[in-house]
């Protein structure tokens, strides 16, 4: 599974942006996922959506984030935008099943910049 990730932006707090990563290749049955790392800091679940369409997300997102997928093509719809959410995000794919730890996912697309500012 190969993954491309695009969205990148600079958008200021209280502000909306939507990422998009799509996974070429045989994606059926995997679990899609995001992750985000800051500078300085370890890789952060973001929010999973399973093949099921069964959803997870991370208590800071919640409420702020959506995470849609459309067969091969995950989306994170980003509102309410705050500083803190400024990192490089990542999307992941794995067939484990709803996982929220990186070590659990096998691959990754490049990461998109989401920069917030206040």
């Known amino acids: 599974v190969q993954l491309q990730a695009s969205g990148e932006g600079l958008v200021q707090a209280g502000g909306s942006l939507r990422l998009s990563c799509k996974a070429s290749?045989?994606?059926?049955?995997?679990?899609l996922a995001w992750f985000r790392q800051a500078p300085g800091k370890g890789r952060e679940f973001v929010a999973a959506?399973?093949?099921?369409?069964v959803t997870e997300y991370a208590e800071s997102v919640k409420g702020r984030f959506a995470i849609s997928r459309d067969r091969g093509t995950v989306s994170l719809a980003m509102s309410n935008l705050k500083p803190e959410d400024t990192a490089v995000y990542f999307c992941?794919?794995?067939?484990?099943?709803?996982?929220?730890?990186?070590?659990?996912?096998?691959?990754w697309g490049q990461g998109t910049l989401v920069t917030v500012s206040s």
């Open positions: 290749g045989r994606s059926s049955g995997y679990t």
């Open positions: 959506t399973s093949w099921s369409g």
């Open positions: 992941a794919a794995q067939r484990i099943g709803l996982e929220n730890g990186p070590e659990n996912y096998g691959y």
